[in-house]
């Protein structure tokens, strides 16, 4: 018999395995507790959709002041006055408490209620005082709009209760020796009328009597006295 012939052995190579491209290498970090708590939180509490809102803190209300009697306070449609009384009055069911407040150069008395003391402050320090006194040594802003707007504006600034801007009005209708005779009348009275408000703070602040204060008032603006007592 034919001898059968033994076949060979066929031995396949490996092939080297490709590398993914998918797969990516990650590095594992230790966290302290700390930061894996705060992850954990800010993943659970909020999804990507939501937004955190910001409340903004308002801001407290500042409290009322307290005034006494024999206080002296500005009110701004009338200038200067006195706390004379601190009074109670039932209106059916409810207490009101108000100021009562002597207006000397007017004459009147105000009653002001507490709660709408909002209309109130308290007369200048001597340090604001001082202030006013520079301004009235600077020189008059003239403008050149129509008379009846500008004498709603000084109107307005006398009224406002604001010592600086009352003093403005003072220096800007402020007229010297030389060109008095130009002033119109109601530029005089609205002169007088923020000058007399000026003048009445000006006491109430510096303890001096009238004379003194109108003799500082008016080395300041410039103003001839003995012009002014022949008025």
Known sequence: MPKLKKKKKVTLKKLPKK???????????????????NLLK????FSTEEKVEIKKIKKQPTAKKEYNIKDFVVYPKHGVGKIIAIEKASIGQIEIQFYKIFIEKEKLTLTV??????????????????????LL????????TMWSRRAQEYDQKI???????????????NKNKDIIADQSYSERQLFEKAYERLKSEFEAVLKISPEEVQKKMDKA??????????E
């Open 137 to 144: 040594k600077t020189k008059p802003k003239i403008k050149r």
């Open 19 to 37: 590398k993914s491209k998918n797969k990516i290498k990650i590095k594992s970090k230790i966290l302290p507790k700390n930061n894996k708590e």
């Open 221 to 230: 603006l410039g103003r001839d006295i003995n012009l002014l007592e022949a």
């Open 159 to 173: 009224n406002s209760g604001k010592i600086y801007e009352l003093a403005e009005v003072v220096k800007d209708l």
């Open 42 to 45: 800010k993943n659970t509490n």
């Open 113 to 134: 209620p507490i709660n709408q003391q909002s209309n109130l402050r308290s007369i200048s320090s001597i340090n604001q005082i001082n202030k006013c006194i520079s």
